[in-house]
């Protein structure tokens, strides 16, 4: 069977963290760059605290980087005593440091003043920055915290919390400027959602395959041996004759799927068989966590 590659002894913990703390770093930094190279300038207020200080420095010419300040850090300070320290200096680290590079990067000349492109590309931007932050076991506070305080106040789901919030803000953006404004700020919401995605779990998408054979030995073998790939036997039962059937369930590379299609083919062409997209798997023959 396929054995993990295994590099080195697990990090130590004093590097691990370091780790983190690079990743909160790095990613506060590429939100915030992507926040005055595509949003700001465009005015895209999609959603968040980025997307508030965007409204008021086009209503009020309030700098960004102090509405960011003015609202993250009693949102921080809300969070601890409502929900607890669990937050803890990674988050306060995002929270603070996030307006700092905005701050600093406040004049750095706008990449586009096309906003589908900007909400398009700060979208990207911003979802890279909060992946890698998530990454780092940390966020960059903000309406995040609003919303876990709602809920557990309110007993609606974090995830209404959060689109009540963001839909807010989006629909003030659709009142401030105008309708196309808040469209574009839905586009760059939608992008950043899937970025975070990518940069969580990756490209590397697997397939799980569940087989339903009446000859289940020959395809547990063919798959153990010539795609050298585990599998797992579990049993089942028939609908409609109520009879013990016996599935076979397995995870392959994108790469290996089509040569596992061929497989179950060529032994039994009656096989039942279902594939499902994976999309992260953890374990021997696939990455570790």
Known sequence: MKQAKRIGQPLHPAVAMIGEYVYILIGSAIVAIAFNLFLLPNRVASGGVSGISTILHATFGWQPAYVQWAFNIPLFIAGIVFLGRQFGVKTLVGTVFLPFVVYLTKDVEPATHDPLLGSLFGGIGVGVGLGLVFRGK????????????????????LGTCVILIDGLIVLTAAIVFDIERALYAMIGLFVT?????????????????????????????????????????????????????????????????????????????????????????????????
Do not use: W
Not at 138 to 152: E, P, R, Y
């Open 193 to 289: 959602s899937k970025t975070i995605d990518i940069v969580q779990i990756g490209f590397g998408y697997s397939k799980m395959a569940m087989i339903i054979t009446n000859k289940e030995e020959e395809v547990r073998a063919a798959i153990l041996h010539k795609i050298n790939r585990g599998v797992t036997k579990m049993s089942g039962y028939g609908g409609y004759t109520e009879h013990e059937r016996p599935i076979l369930m397995c995870v392959v590379e994108q790469t290996e799927f089509t040569k596992l299609k061929q497989l179950v083919k060529a032994i039994d062409p009656s096989a039942f068989v279902v594939i499902m997209d994976a999309t992260e798997v953890l374990g021997e023959g696939f990455k570790r966590a």
């Open 138 to 157: 940390a966020s960059t506070g903000g309406t995040d915290l609003a919303a876990q305080i709602i809920h557990k106040f309110t007993g609606l789901s």
